[in-house]
Every structure is written in structure tokens, then in C-alpha cells.
């Protein structure tokens, strides 16, 4: 089986796996050449939790815009704490006093995309060039653009596997795990914040509005840009992958 077929393989294998299984895979396959990439939302301390259960040993990063509530710092503070693990922190190349004096006040309220851009997916993909491997805590549920997130996959626009064991979870089951199993998420959840980003691009939802209503607010945007979903190119895989059925 060639390198294309094994990740096809295991791309529509994952399809009916469990979290766990995926997990188990993903340690199993790319060991420390992985990691978890968290802004510690409730999906992100679920796949921690489950992380912590499966490996001894596994890598957690962030990318810390330096925009973070202070609630989101002391909830990082708790799962290294809780976990033993220290949490990897990537930073944008411009801090904030420099981004403000090269590109302006506020870039985040004229253009958030330039703003992610330099702050979140810069930092993601120098940190992803050091892997063969990364886990997201995405759900098809949040967003259009999510709706096709395959649960195993080739990340072609940072060019390695991508891993999305909650594919298919619902928000129910996301909050179900975090209640049953004690997990510490951040307090603003339970203050109308389904969605937490940055303090200068993430607002409380009103009643009635969706989940995702308070990031970006006033703007079409919905997404940072780390989660574009792109056709596998596999071809350009050059990792060897174990049978995806060895689960
Ligand atoms: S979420 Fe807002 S402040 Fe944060 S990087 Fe994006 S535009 Fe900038």
C-alpha cells in the first residue's frame, strides 16, 4: 500500500472511530512528532482530557496571540497543573506595541483577516513545520466551512496530517464528557460565551443567537483561517504511515 493509499485509507477508516481510537492511532503512528493545538475552548479541554487518558506522555501548544482573556491564561495555568504537562506557547513575530506601530490602532477593527493572519496563522504554521502531525478539537457542527472536516486527513495548506477526533461530536456530547469527567473549562462559558478568542474579537451572545455570534461580531468573518478545509493532496506525504486499521 503506498503512501496514498494508506492515508485514503485512513481518512475513511476514522470515519466509524471513536475519539479514543483516533487517539490511539495518532500516538501511536507520529508519537512526539504530534501535538494537541488548543485555545482551551470546551472542545479543546475534552481532547486533553481524552489525551491524558490514552498516552502517558503527549504535547499540548497554543497559539497565544497575547489577545487571550485573563480567564483563558488561568485556565492554561490549571491544565498544566491538572495534566503535568507544560503548555507550548507560539507567539506572533510582532508583539502588540509593534503591530500597533506598523500597521495602526485596532488593525483587529479594520481588517481582522490581516490581524489573524499575523497573529494566529503565521505563528500556527512556523509551529506546524516542526510536525508531522497536529490534533484540532474542531466539530462539523460549528460553521459552514467545517461541515466536511474529515476526522483523518492531509492538511494541504500546512502540509502535514491533520486529526479531528471530535469531528462528529455534538455540543451536547462535548458538555456531557466535560460535567461527567470534572474537566475545568473557563468560567466565561457559564457568562454567554459559547465562543472564546480574543477579548478584542469575542463578545457575549444574546438569546437566540448562534453559538458563533460573538466572534467577529459586525464582520462576515467566521473564521481565524487555521481551519480551511482543503482536498487531500497525499501525494506530497512523506511520512510512512501504519495500517489504518491497526486500531
Ligand atoms: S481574533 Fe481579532 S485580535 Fe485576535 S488575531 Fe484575529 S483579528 Fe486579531
Given at each position: ?34 501535538a494537541?493545538a ?21 504535547r499540548v501548544f497554543t ?22 504537562i507544560e503548555v507550548e506557547r507560539a ?36 509551529k ?120
Open positions: 500500500m503506498n503512501t496514498q493509499e494508506l492515508i485514503k485509507s485512513a481518512e475513511l477508516a476514522a470515519e466509524s472511530w471513536s475519539a479514543d481510537q483516533i487517539l490511539r492511532w495518532a500516538f501511536r503512528t507520529f508519537g512526539e512528532d504530534l494537541i488548543s485555545a482551551f475552548g470546551v472542545e479543546g479541554m475534552v481532547t486533553i482530557d481524552l489525551a491524558s487518558r490514552i498516552a502517558g506522555k503527549f497559539i497565544d496571540t497575547e489577545f487571550f482573556f485573563p480567564e483563558t491564561y488561568s485556565l492554561i495555568e490549571r491544565v498544566e497543573q491538572k495534566y503535568g507567539y506572533p513575530l510582532l508583539s502588540p506595541e509593534e503591530q500597533e506601530r506598523k500597521h495602526g490602532p485596532a488593525l483587529w477593527t479594520r481588517n481582522p483577516d490581516q490581524c489573524c493572519e499575523m497573529r494566529k496563522v503565521e505563528p500556527l504554521r512556523r506546524l513545520s516542526g510536525l508531522r502531525a497536529w490534533i484540532s478539537s474542531i466539530r462539523r457542527d460549528q460553521t459552514a466551512q467545517r461541515t466536511s472536516a474529515p476526522k483523518i486527513s492531509w492538511d494541504t495548506k500546512f502540509g502535514l496530517v491533520k486529526i479531528n477526533p471530535l469531528a462528529d461530536w455534538t455540543e451536547r456530547q462535548v458538555w456531557s464528557y466535560i460535567h461527567q469527567h470534572q474537566v475545568p473549562y473557563n468560567p466565561l462559558h457559564d457568562q454567554g460565551y459559547p465562543s472564546i478568542g480574543c477579548t478584542h474579537c469575542t463578545r457575549a451572545v444574546r438569546p437566540g443567537e448562534d453559538s458563533r455570534a460573538g466572534r467577529w461580531s459586525g464582520f462576515t468573518k467566521t473564521e481565524c483561517g487555521l481551519h480551511v478545509i482543503t482536498p487531500a493532496a497525499a501525494e506530497t506525504i512523506s511520512t510512512n504511515l501504519p495500517d489504518a486499521t491497526e486500531v
